[in-house]
């Protein structure tokens, strides 16, 4: 299987940015989508933006215009370049792909976003 591992989190005041990457050990090219998902302390696990194969995105409404999601293939990295980060932002990051019918899961990374 797969191994993800994201890195990029930190603490960052309300405004600031932040780029989250997720390495993947094995290619990426033909993997069908891959996603990152968030969760906040005491919440579900919920998708905040996903790429198709075919560099076809998604976003969920509250990071629409903030947020971009990207794939390298040739790195088997996938992004999330966070713009104008609010406190309701904070949450573990986790990287998702899903490939010949197996889904993986990154261990996460925390992102804080300070008032």
């Known amino acids: 299987q797969v191994q993800l591992v994201e890195s990029g989190g930190g603490l960052v005041q309300t405004g600031g940015s932040l780029t989250l990457s997720c390495a993947a050990s094995?290619?990426?090219?033909?993997?069908?989508?891959m996603g990152w998902y968030r969760q906040a302390p005491g919440k579900q696990r919920d998708l905040a933006a996903l790429?198709?194969?075919?560099?076809?995105?998604t976003y969920a409404d509250s990071v629409k215009g903030r947020f971009t999601i990207s794939r390298d293939n040739a790195k088997n990295t996938i992004y999330l370049q966070m713009n104008n980060l609010k406190p309701e932002d904070t949450a573990n990051y986790y990287c998702?792909?899903?490939?010949?019918?197996?889904?993986?899961w990154g261990k996460g990374t925390l992102v804080t976003v300070s008032s």
């Open positions: 790429i198709t194969k075919s560099g076809f995105t």
């Open positions: 094995g290619s990426i090219a033909n993997a069908n989508d």
């Open positions: 998702k792909m899903i490939r010949d019918g197996m889904i993986s």
